[in-house]
């Protein structure tokens, strides 16, 4: 599983995860972005970036890694991102850093050169082993907890987090959005599993499968199916001809819609001819786009991407 393509995507659906995981508390966190950074003129790129409103100077910039090897120049490398990136753009907000490990025995030393960053409130490191199995009520927390869960146990954590979110015990602010991450996290695990058997897998009744836009996208289509071949056969009878022909469509679309989204955020609005063509990408072309995105810096490598 790339588990830190995982973690990317989430920042970007949902960065206030990371800010809760490193427990800052910000005022106007709903706001922040997440992108990654070419740093110009060196072969440095910052993978993720949590970008506050202009407007509010207090909020700080957050970098992100996600370290999941062991790299004896990764602190060298990372500092000198953050501050070829603070000389370069010359931001109004202060910064922080945080770096998320799998555990303590992957991160190398810093402290012979880094140890007063490493010291700081500027610089916080996250171990996922030590954060398995804490009593949480954050549910983005337990989201976090899932995706390092041993496989096996995977399907019953993701049951227990969804009855969790279902009975009210766990308070989110956008359900749809959770179960859906979920869903994803289970994909990502259960790479030759169906849509279809990860959500029989997860135990979703029909309230839970309706909130999740991969239905929602699938319903609007066996809706307007069943307008087509008329009323008299009945919502339902729509509904279930429309799930069986919409599904991959739905699905299609909806990756689709998500990666514009993801590209519009970083690079403003993109060309018609642009648009249409990511539009017309199968799943796996989405997936793949999904995944290469992280690594585009400026708009031509969409272009260059598609072009391939």
């Known amino acids: ?164 979110i279902e009975s009210g015990e766990l308070a989110v602010d956008n359900k749809a959005q959770i179960l859906e991450i979920i869903e994803t996290i289970l994909v990502y695990k259960f790479p030759k599993l169906s849509r279809e058997e990860i959500q029989k897998m997860l135990g979703y009744n029909d309230i839970s499968l309706k909130e999740t836009r991969f239905y929602q996208d699938v319903y609007a289509e066996g809706q307007q199916e069943g307008i087509q071949k008329g009323r008299q056969e009945g919502e339902q009878k729509g509904l279930q001809k429309g799930l069986q022909k919409g599904l991959q469509k739905g699905q299609q679309e909806g990756e689709a819609k998500l990666i514009l989204r993801q590209l519009t955020r970083r690079f403003g609005t993109l060309g018609e001819d642009t648009q249409n063509r990511i539009k017309h990408l199968n799943i796996g072309q989405l997936e793949a786009l999904g995944d290469a995105l992280l690594d585009f810096s400026i708009q031509e490598d969409v272009e260059r991407w598609l072009g391939k």
């Open 1 to 164: 599983m790339k588990t830190d393509s995982l973690f990317y995507k989430l920042f970007q659906q949902t960065p206030q995860l990371l800010l809760e995981l490193a427990d800052l508390e910000l005022l106007g966190a709903e706001n922040y972005q997440f992108r990654s950074e070419e740093i110009k003129q060196t072969s440095f790129r910052l993978d993720g970036v949590l970008t506050p409103p202009s407007e509010k100077p207090n909020l700080p910039l957050v970098f992100v890694e996600v370290q999941f090897q062991v790299d004896h120049g990764f602190y060298s490398r990372f500092f000198c991102e953050i501050f070829f990136y603070l000389r370069q753009n010359q931001p109004v907000h202060p910064w922080r850093a945080v770096v998320i490990y799998p555990s303590r025995n992957m991160e190398v030393s810093g402290k012979l050169h880094y140890s007063v960053l490493l010291e700081s409130q500027q610089v916080q490191r996250l171990y996922l082993d030590e954060l398995a199995g804490k009593p949480t009520q954050s549910a983005r927390v337990r989201l976090v907890q899932l995706i390092t869960e041993d496989i096996k146990q995977a399907p019953k954590v993701a049951q227990a987090l969804i009855k969790a």
